[in-house]
């Protein structure tokens, strides 16, 4: 009798054994690795309807942009945050509208570089411009292009599968002559792992809130934008690499743009975009 009983404590120790060693091993900690002295190009594409109300007139203006990112590293910490310079490669945007369609290259924006230092979390310590634009689009269109660089952030501590963590992030940027003030609130899920575009991936799932408030001028009257929105996505990411392979995402947001000055108005506004991220071969990437 002793000696079954020992083997079956024996038999649940190797059993608790195996699932904690099982359970370890679906543990990750989730981590850029940029390389030092790397470019790394991103094929990015922005879907986009917006539905205006002017004067009791509904107008729905609908945007598509294809661009291309390149990230190239230009030193990396000890402690792993690297210093980044961001650009685009290109950028077209065509925008059909009941005024007009237009197609444009903004080729004012094209290799138009700024230098940021991006922690292996994914926290951006700074942001600097370092070549300055000749002009800007309406509203500020060419500002907020120029900041389609965007980085998520990790949890600081090994996730498991199913495992959750939360990130704030706020961002400031240049726009009608303002300032527009960007928050996103994101809770992220590892749901499970994926072959994908020839890369082993962690898959994310992000869902949560954005807010975006400002002030600037247009016409020589003043601008003031708010508004609140909704934000979800996937996210296919490489964890040995540390580099995000693809990413989609889907952005709902309700806007508020009340003018002053030679008219007053206020125009509300809804706009539902989807954006599209995928890591171009290593091949294309260099510098």
């Known amino acids: 009798m002793n ?11 190797v059993l608790c054994v195996g699932a904690v060693g099982s359970f370890s091993q679906s543990m990750v900690q989730l981590k850029y690795g940029f390389e030092k002295g790397k470019a790394y190009r991103y094929a990015d594409l922005v879907i986009s309807t917006m539905v205006q109300e002017m004067m009791g007139q509904e107008m729905k203006i609908y945007t598509t942009a294809r661009m291309v990112s390149r990230v190239v590293v ?3 910490r000890d402690d792993g945050a690297c210093v980044l310079i961001t ?15 237009t197609t444009m290259v903004m080729d004012d924006l094209i290799g138009k570089r700024s230098r940021v230092v991006l922690s292996q979390l994914g ?43 939360k990130s704030m992030v706020a961002d400031t940027n240049d726009a009608m002559g303002g300032k527009m003030v960007s928050t996103s609130t994101l809770e992220y899920t590892i749901t499970g ?16 809130e954005s807010a975006i408030e400002g002030k600037g001028s247009m016409m020589g009257m003043d601008v003031f934008m708010e508004g ?3 934000l979800r996505g996937t996210i296919y990411f490489d964890d040995t690499a540390g ?45």
């Open 3 to 13: 000696r079954s009983r020992s083997r079956w404590c024996a038999l649940v120790m």
């Open 74 to 76: 230009e030193d990396k």
């Open 87 to 101: 650009s685009m490669d290109s950028l077209v945007v065509t925008t059909k509208s009941p005024r007009r369609d």
């Open 123 to 165: 926290a951006v310590e700074s942001r600097e411009v370092m070549d300055s634009l000749t002009s800007v689009g309406g509203m500020g269109r060419s500002s907020a292009f120029r900041e389609a660089v965007r980085f998520h952030q990790f949890s600081k501590t090994p996730v498991a599968i199913g495992g959750k963590w």
């Open 193 to 208: 792992r994926e072959q994908h575009m020839g890369h082993d991936c962690v898959k994310l799932a992000y869902a949560g």
């Open 228 to 230: 609140k929105g909704k």
């Open 243 to 287: 580099l995000v392979v693809k990413e989609e995402g889907q952005n709902d947001t309700d806007m508020t743009a009340a003018i002053t000055g030679q008219q007053n108005m206020t125009i509300p506004m809804t706009q539902s975009a989807k954006v599209t991220r995928t890591l171009m071969p290593v091949a294309g990437a260099l510098k």
